[in-house]
């Protein structure tokens, strides 16, 4: 039996048994070449450096042999120096093959090796100061009488902080290669399993992180390539899968493979069709609202009809009974329909129709929507031009374009140069304008680039972009598939602000000298303001995937930030501020001392993912609007003081996903979708809208 030849993660299958027989069927192929070099290409684990000794924590003779012991030795490049904490707690060496345990639970035991059980002698942890410690007994790993010596035997002791208790990881700034080969099997209505292949380290593959849509699934130990998941019936979900080191240095994603599990039950009824629907006026604004259908399995969703066109959907478990249709005519009759569906696609017949009349005039939030273009690609970045014209970018394609709103006509002014997609959110993205632009023509530019995302300008003149003007001014900001970030905003103080995403990797927001999950501060010319709290360009941290900045009329800066699969948050950013991420995701804590910890600032809103994942944001006469992709809404919030009041909800369902707000030169708000094609670096596959939604005084 030639278990090399196994798939992965068959071979490191979590029954003890095949373990043993795995590893000694490559321990007896040893002599042939070929496995020599598969050897010596470790995949998983990291070397832990004696502090004492520099010497590396080792299983003696190389040997794989349950109850071999572990010293010290001179550091190599061979599997019995690599060690791998996995998330369970096991400490496992040899490509995660075998566990580390003591002989006994007495303090001077040999620490051994052993088959993995997942009891609980077998369950450490590494302390921030390097001492790894036995959870069940509290004794510490310890090189014995302080030897230093190559094969010094290493033992279990009562913790004392000493150097030959420490165990520091080699300096690593090199993130595994990119995970392959992904597969699906076992596919049920609500589960699956993922299978991948290994990604390669200098050091070691430590931990894989599985994602959907940006979304982190699950974190598996690098001992395993293949893991169980929990999907939804008939969801649509992008999965990838991000390598991470020891060192925290993580691989940009794998490509995504995307899965539809079947139904559950298969439903062949329609529910009942809605009944007591009714339609009132207010101003330009009318409420719609019906009596809730039945379905034998469950009602998923209501579409609404306005003369027999569908304007918005309303959705959830169980999905809401109104919805407010804004932005009519004054003095106009309108009839009204509601059809329910359930998660299978049956729909009920259209009720009887309610009908209403308009008011004289918009006495609402909301008065009007006008559709002033259409695109193939995402309108991401938007800025007006002093003339009256809009540029915005395309992301995936890579160029601006002007719009004359006045006519929808539109110019490509010129492809900004080494912009990278990422088959996932990066691309083109944030644009902002010079505050003198008038003068000096700049445009600003956050993008990503094959290494990094990057803030540039480009001067716009006689109507295209001058690349040979590019210069850029910030550049090794983390990129990776999703969580680029990428707003830009001026604010009234001349400073150029942007938000960047976490590029996957959580550890990078509390970090305060890594670029990524911040709020940035630049001066206009791309140096670092002297008042900046850090010495740096970081203005605040603990961000995940910030990317709505805007000002309010007193100067503050309010930011719309993406959390994982529970919430996402709107902030009131100060200056040195730390959000909270990963510990605090919204106000629900996610690990360490969570939401309580000591300067954690709180969102001043949170928005449950469904309704929420907003995107830009936008203030108006001090009302911040907000433009949300997966809840296909758009949020007004009025700011009073430091809070935000007044919650309306405007288009639910009716464009679908939304991506970009931003104030119009008169007072109003321009508004673009972002519904297909914005979850992969392929141009001109969506069909997406710019509106102008005219605002009530
Ligand atoms: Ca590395
Ligand atoms: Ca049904
Ligand atoms: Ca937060
Ligand atoms: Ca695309």
Redesign the pocket.
């Known amino acids: 039996m030639h278990l090399r030849h196994l798939p992965f993660a068959a071979r490191l299958s979590t029954l003890a048994l095949l373990f043993v027989t795995a590893a000694a069927c490559d321990v007896k192929t040893e002599g042939d070449s070929e496995l020599s070099t598969q050897t010596a290409a470790v995949t998983s684990g990291t070397r832990l450096i004696g502090v004492q000794s520099g010497r590396c924590l080792d299983v003696s003779q190389n040997s794989q042999t349950s109850g071999q012991g572990l010293n010290i030795y001179d550091c190599h490049a061979q599997a019995n120096q690599r060690f791998l904490f996995t998330p369970e707690g096991e400490l496992r060496v040899f490509d995660g093959a075998w566990c580390v345990q003591p002989a006994t639970t007495s303090a001077g035991a040999r620490a051994v090796i052993s088959a993995c059980t997942g009891a609980a002698n077998q369950r450490w942890v590494r302390n921030s100061n390097g001492a790894v410690v036995h959870t069940a007994t509290s004794l510490c790993l310890d090189v014995s009488g302080q030897a230093t010596a190559n094969s010094s035997p290493v033992v279990v002791w009562n913790c004392n902080g000493q150097t030959n208790q420490q165990w520091s990881l080699p300096a690593d700034t090199q993130p595994p290669t990119v995970p392959t080969g992904l597969t699906l099997s076992n596919v049920t209505c609500n589960s699956a399993t993922l299978t991948w292949s290994p990604s390669t380290d200098n050091e070691g593959v430590a931990f894989y992180d599985v994602y959907h849509d940006g979304q982190l699934m699950k974190s598996v130990s690098a001992a395993v390539v293949s893991t169980g998941l929990t999907v939804v019936p008939g969801a649509t979900w992008g999965l990838y899968v991000n390598a991470r080191d020891a060192a925290g240095n993580v691989s940009q994603g794998s490509a995504t493979l995307t899965i539809t599990p079947p139904q559950c039950q298969v439903?062949?009824?329609?529910?009942s069709i809605p009944t007591g629907v009714t339609a009132t006026a207010l101003g330009t604004s009318v409420t719609v609202s019906w009596t809730a259908s039945t379905?034998?399995?469950?009602v998923s969703a209501y579409d609404v009809f306005r003369g027999g066109v569908k304007i918005g959907t309303v959705s959830g478990s169980p999905p809401g009974t109104t919805l407010v249709d804004s932005g009519l005519s004054p003095n106009t009759t309108y009839a009204y329909t509601v059809l329910a569906r359930?998660a299978?696609a049956?729909a009920s017949a259209q009720s009887t129709s309610a009908t209403v009349t308009t008011g004289q005039a918009c006495t609402n939030a909301v008065c009007s929507v006008s559709q002033v273009a259409t695109d193939t690609d995402i309108p991401w970045g938007l800025v007006n031009l002093p003339d009256g014209t809009v540029l915005y970018g395309r992301r995936d394609a890579q160029n601006i374009v002007r719009l004359d709103p006045a006519t929808g006509q539109k110019t490509s002014v010129g492809t900004v140069p080494n912009v990278q997609s990422t088959d996932g959110e990066g691309g083109l993205m944030g644009l902002a304008l010079s505050p003198t632009f008038s003068t000096d023509r700049w445009l600003y530019v956050m993008h990503t680039s094959p290494t990094d995302n990057r803030i540039v300008r480009i001067r716009y003149e006689n109507g295209a972009l001058t690349t040979s003007s590019l210069q850029v001014l910030l550049s090794g900001i983390g990129r990776n598939k999703f969580h680029n970030g990428g707003r830009l905003r001026f604010g009234p103080d001349g400073k150029l602000y942007a938000s960047t995403g976490d590029a996957q990797n959580a550890a990078y927001a509390q970090d305060l000298n890594n670029l990524a999950g911040k709020v940035l501060r630049l001066n206009a010319d791309g140096t670092i303001p002297s008042d900046n709290p850090f010495g740096n360009y970081v203005w605040s941290y603990g961000h995940r995937n910030p990317q709505g900045l805007a000002f309010d009329s007193q100067g503050r800066l309010w930011e719309q930030e993406f959390g994982n699969s529970v919430m996402d948050e709107t902030n009131l950013i100060q200056r040195g501020g730390n959000y909270g991420w990963p510990n605090c995701e919204g106000t629900v804590s996610q690990g360490g001392s969570g939401c309580a910890t000591a300067g954690y600032i709180a969102p001043k809103r949170t928005y449950s993912t469904a309704e929420g994942s907003c995107s830009g944001i936008a203030v108006v006469r001090d009302v911040l609007y907000v433009a949300c992709a997966r809840g296909t809404r758009l949020y007004r919030e009025v700011i009073s003081g430091t809070e935000l009041t007044n919650v309306q909800q405007f288009f639910v369902g009716t464009y679908g996903r939304l991506r970009t707000v931003e104030p119009t030169l008169d007072g109003n708000l321009w508004m673009t979708t972002t519904n297909q094609g914005d979850k992969d670096s392929i141009p001109d596959n969506s069909n997406e809208r710019i509106f102008r939604v005219v605002l009530g005084q």
């Open positions: 439903d062949t009824q329609a529910p379905d034998n399995v469950g359930d299978q049956n």
